[in-house]
């Protein structure tokens, strides 16, 4: 268990102003940023990402949807680090996520559910380094 996980907050939530809200939310549950950085992500960038969907039918779906408009990438530290940050962000679905998660209050679907969370330290490792090189977490 690492005491880090990565997140990024989609373009829907960007779209809609939300980002400050979700980091303010973030940075109330304990989470310490530690990397973190807005971009906007390219068809082929997005592929890459998200590369472990190709062969699922939303893949193509989820790529346009990841490269329509800008990110916030970041890496985040707490104890249990990833744990707690799907418990934070809630359920995918914001029909079945519990009040008080960032899904419930800003996600509007299933597919546009305004934040990702790793779902492993190890996948938490790979995305935090596929966008932060170690002179850019502190």
Do not use: C, W
């Not at 549950?29 to 590369?51: C, D, N, P, W």
């Not at 249990?80 to 995918?92: C, S």
């Amino acid at each position: 268990m690492t005491n880090r996980t990565f997140t990024m907050i989609k373009p829907d939530a960007t779209e809609k102003g939300s980002t400050g809200g979700i980091l303010e939310m973030i940075n109330a549950a304990g989470f310490r940023i530690v990397a973190m950085k807005m971009t906007h992500l390219s068809k082929e960038k997005a592929g890459q990402f998200y590369e472990v969907h190709k062969e699922r039918p939303f893949y193509g779906e989820l790529v346009e949807f990841m490269s329509r408009g800008p990110i916030t990438a970041a890496i985040l530290e707490k104890e249990n680090a990833v744990e707690e940050f799907r418990n934070l962000i809630g359920a995918t679905n914001p029909a079945n996520a519990a009040e008080g998660t960032i899904r419930k209050k800003y996600a509007s679907s299933i597919g546009e559910n305004a934040v990702h969370g790793s779902d492993s330290d190890e996948n938490a490792a790979i995305e935090g380094a596929f966008f932060f090189s170690k002179l850019e977490q502190f």
